[in-house]
């Protein structure tokens, strides 16, 4: 739940902001896409992941936080003015 509610909090809203800041509509058409496939993906796969191994599971739910973090601070540029 503490994922979830990280989430809700920051980089979930943010991601729909920044997208269409920055992508055209064919490119935000597609990373739209590719955002609702893998929420999908995570929401079919954790029930099947949690009677395996609930450690694992969240192992790798926070590799994906960290590596997500540094995936932001380090390939996510600020925005503020590139719109017209």
Known sequence: MLFTAFFEFSIGPILWLYLAEILPPAGLGIAVFLNWAVVILISILTPLMIPWSK??????????????????????????????
Do not use: A, D, M, R
């Open 55 to 84: 450690v694992i599971t969240f192992i790798l739910y926070g590799g994906f936080c960290i590596g997500g973090g540094f995936f932001i601070s380090v390939f996510v540029k600020e925005t503020k003015g590139k719109t017209k």
